[in-house]
């Protein structure tokens, strides 16, 4: 297809031949009918302003955000208690928000605070909070109500402070989980990428996030195995990072040096949040990340390196672009190579479920499948 770009992005696809290839539905992967526990980019920090609360919806989700005079972002179930009016239309009092209807207050935990007409309000109404934090520019909320991680930063950048350079909103031609796929899919590389390479690869688990380390030889023919083995010596590396099956990040060039055996290379560093759409497709926002770095050398440094990190990341998404208008996106048939593909599944359907589905889903029937 040459124009690419122009091709839909309405997920319809996913109502196309249902007869004749049905669509097999995973737990989590995939499945546009739930989500999973993890951190959502709701908005940017910087619509959201202090004494300020406005309404956001994730899938079929409503919810109130405020910030509190104190600057802290709070998420709560977006329906007010007592009539339904929508909390994001309230007003910000001090750290509480108070719904405009009959002006119900409630603290960040979504805890009544005060009920006009009674002297004690309700001690059996809560509204269900959700973790928030604030990260890239960003608030993030969890779609559970308690986080068993943060949100992420790429592999590498754990121990050190990272900035940040939000690029854009992008709508995929997919749901998120298949961007996740197209990081780890190791036979694509041959024949999208033009780089015949054999690779190796680890999985670690830690709770619900999955760690990667790739590693693979760089063919010694064509112009850019050549550039690369150049580069980097004969081996290419790379670490991906799956978190809550929500949020993807990459890093490349992780423990490389020039040539294989000169200098230490920096290493580049991507992530992905996702926004799920109702017809199955995503949203995502994409941020470079680097390492922090100080004063005039450092804002230079880091400035090259997200004119490096983009310039990767153009070539990559415009070779893997092309596979995706009107993919609807299934595990068919697994062959020598998909392993890692069929391993990332397995990963994401372990996830727990938001509340805000789970009962959806544990009516719906689930196909079980192999990696269940
Ligand atoms: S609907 Fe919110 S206080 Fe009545
Ligand atoms: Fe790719």
Redesign the pocket.
Known sequence: MKDWKKAPRDGKSRQENTLSQPLKENRVFNNNKVLSEGWYPITESKKLKKGEASSFKLLDQRLALFRGMDGTVRAMDA???????D?GN?EVIDNKL???????EFNGDGSVSK??ALETPPCNVKQAAYPVQEKYGQVWVFSGLEADHDVPVAPGLEESDADALFLKEITLFAHHHVLMAGGIDLNHFATVHNLDMEFDFEVKEEGSEFKWELEGALPKKGLKARFGRFLLGPLFRYQMKFSGGSVTSITYGHNQRFGGKGRELPALHILWGAIPQENGVSKVKIFLLTKKRKGVLGGITNFFLYFLTLFLLTILRDEDAKAFPNMRFQLGHLVKGDESVARLVQCLNKLPISPWYKTKSDKRKIDPEVWN
């Open positions: 329906f007010c208690p007592h009539m339904g009016a909390l309230g108070r719904c405009y209807f009959h002006q119900w009920v006009p």
